[in-house]
């Protein structure tokens, strides 16, 4: 197998909304040199507007990602960038013309589709790893999240959710170089509990979420002036609860598709480190803010021995 950069074909468009803004947005993804890495460029303040897809840059990880350097500011990035990372997309050039990236349905399958379909060109150059030589460990006492990577001739995922929820229960995932992403990964959905969104869209948050591009776990029988209400936010005429805990606007795709979405996000922000990671990772009620913590971590390693 090549260990060589890749690059896309050819170039796609994608439009839709923000998860959080609701704003309109048109994204294009066009094929880059080799070492170019990716980056993301805000067409409306300027073609020279650009930031490079590393944890450098992240500044706010509540229910999302945010990259900003000066005015240039990238929110909700990491499904493309988990997608670019399951397909072995090293360099590519995200332009758009506002700040937010397209939630579309929620997972990575709508850029996995698109590009699958046309493959990958390999260039002429190897790809650039971090290999983790010594254990590393972060916890977060308040939260009670914990990621572990140990020394690994490749790259592997275990991750496990706990939400104290009867209806997620725990949930595991795995991933490795032998995980079909696109099958096993891609299409699983971003998840909010029932409870919080009212206090989401309260919030300023989620204006561009809608029942096609989420999953929603309803822990208890909720009333039906709740519903009603529920149904009127997001301009449906009726929803329901399933009687096994979920909200009836989708059906599971995997039945913990949960933890392979959590897995999903894990996997886009560590593509922040900027390389490809030889490591065994373990995982413990991760989210954005502690993935892009050891992130960090791991580009501060890399940028200490480029720098000796």
Do not use: W
Not at 113 to 134: C, N, P
Not at 210 to 226: C, F, M, S, Y
Not at 266 to 274: E, I, N, R, T
Not at 285 to 298: D, F, L, Q, Y
């Amino acid at each position: 197998m090549s260990d060589r950069q890749k690059t896309l074909k050819r170039e796609y468009i994608f439009e839709g909304k923000g998860l959080h803004s609701g704003q309109n947005v048109r994204m294009r993804i066009s094929p880059a040199p080799v070492n170019h890495g990716i980056r993301f460029r805000r067409e409306d303040l300027g073609n020279s507007s650009c930031i490079e897809a590393v944890v450098d840059y992240v500044t706010y990880t509540q229910r999302g990602t945010t990259l900003e350097n000066g005015e240039v500011r990238i929110s909700t990035l990491e499904h493309l960038m988990s997608a670019f990372y399951g397909l072995g997309v090293d360099n590519a050039l995200v332009t758009v013309d506002n700040f937010e990236v397209p939630i579309l349905d929620g997972s990575s399958l709508p850029y996995v589709r698109a590009i699958s379909a046309d493959g990958l060109v390999e260039q002429d150059a190897f790809r650039k790893y971090f290999t983790v030589r010594e254990t590393i460990h972060y916890k977060d006492d308040k939260s009670g999240s914990e990621i572990t990577i140990f020394p690994a001739e490749d790259f592997s995922v275990d991750l496990t959710i706990d939400f104290n929820s009867h209806v997620l229960g725990v949930q595991k995932a795995h991933f490795d170089k032998n995980t079909d992403y696109a099958e096993e990964i891609a299409p699983c959905r971003t998840f909010v509990f029932f409870h919080e969104l009212e206090f989401l869209f309260k919030n300023n948050l989620i204006k561009g979420g809608d029942l096609e591009n989420a999953v929603v776990i309803v822990e208890h029988p909720v009333p039906d002036v709740d519903l009603a209400r529920m149904a009127a936010l997001f301009n449906v005429e009726k929803v329901d609860r399933l009687p096994e805990g979920y909200l009836d606007n989708v059906r599971l795709h995997f039945p913990n598709e949960c933890a392979r979405h959590k897995l999903l996000d894990l996997l886009g922000d560590f593509s922040l480190v900027g390389r490809r990671i030889k490591g065994h990772v373990v995982a413990d009620k991760s989210g954005h803010k502690i993935n892009t913590a050891v992130a960090r971590i791991m580009r501060e390693e890399i940028l200490k021995h480029e720098n000796n």
